[in-house]
């Protein structure tokens, strides 16, 4: 019995270092470094082909959320009244969701609803989304809901660059990376 004992032992002891053995040559794969591949994934949000995606603030307060929005299946919503939409806040399911908004308040009428423009779409240097309020200040999650909502919904078929202008300054151009 001891002789069989030992052969086991030896085999099993074999076994493990030819284990170690494979670990620590890494079966010729290589190290690699980080890999860039360009723009993130796009996601199709349920509704029609001119459905709007307005992007508000999470429950948790974190992140800015896609919300689809839509007046109906043969109209495309104009980025001048998509901005005024934006601007009102969440309303209906995404309200009741618990979504908010960072953005300031605008009034509906009056000298600040003149302000409210969108530039036209040019392929070289995108958009340029103008408010009536400061934007120097604004939080993160702020200028996310505008550069996401705008450079997602504002021209069909295309992620493009935003700037956003407010009464102090002029942001430079991003794009939408809510994650960011």
Same mark, same amino acid.
């Given at each position: 019995m001891t002789g069989r004992t030992t052969r086991s032992r030896a085999t099993a002891a074999a076994a493990a270092l030819t284990g170690?053995?494979?670990?620590?040559?890494?079966?010729?794969?290589?190290?690699?470094?980080?890999?860039?591949?360009?723009h993130a994934a796009?996601?199709?949000?349920?509704?029609?082909?001119?459905?709007?995606?307005?992007?508000?603030?999470s429950k948790d307060g974190d992140r800015v959320v896609p919300v689809p929005f839509s007046i109906g299946t043969d109209y495309m919503l104009a980025p001048v009244p998509l901005l005024r939409i934006l601007l009102d806040g969440p309303t209906g399911p995404a309200s009741a969701a #618990?979504?908010?908004?960072?953005?300031p308040k605008v009034s509906a009428s009056g000298a600040d609803s003149e302000r409210?423009?969108?530039?036209?779409?040019?392929?070289?240097k995108g958009i340029t989304v103008s408010v009536p309020f400061p934007v120097a200040g604004l939080s993160d999650l702020a200028r996310k809901q505008?550069?996401?909502?705008? #450079?997602?919904?504002?021209?069909?078929?295309?992620?493009?660059?935003?700037?956003?202008?407010?009464?102090?300054?002029t942001l430079p151009a991003t794009d939408c990376n809510p994650r960011r």
């Open positions: 170690c053995a494979l670990l620590l040559a890494g079966c010729g794969i290589k190290r690699t470094g980080v890999i860039e591949s360009g796009t996601v199709k949000v349920p509704g029609s082909k001119n459905a709007a995606t307005l992007y508000f603030v #618990g979504l908010t908004t960072a953005l409210v423009a969108v530039s036209k779409y040019q392929p070289d505008l550069v996401c909502t705008f #450079g997602v919904s504002a021209v069909r078929d295309t992620v493009t660059p935003v700037a956003i202008q407010g009464t102090d300054t």
